[in-house]
């Protein structure tokens, strides 16, 4: 395995979280149109 150095880690977490964020937020939208209809 290679190295990874804090700040790379740091940065990979903060990447996933943002992704993570997207995603519920594309469900939370779901959620309205599903009760809407």
Same mark, same amino acid.
Request: charged share 55%; proline share 0%.
């Given at each position: 395995? !290679? *190295?990874?150095?804090?700040?790379?880690?740091?940065?990979?977490?903060? *990447?996933?979280? !943002?992704?993570?964020? =997207? $995603? $519920?937020? =594309?469900?939370? =939208?779901?959620?309205?149109?599903?009760? *809407? !209809?």
């Amino acid at each position: 395995m !290679a *190295k990874v150095s804090k700040k790379d880690l740091k940065k990979s977490i903060k *990447k996933t979280k !943002a992704k993570v964020e =997207k $995603q $519920q937020g =594309k469900l939370k =939208k779901l959620e309205k149109k599903l009760k *809407k !209809a």
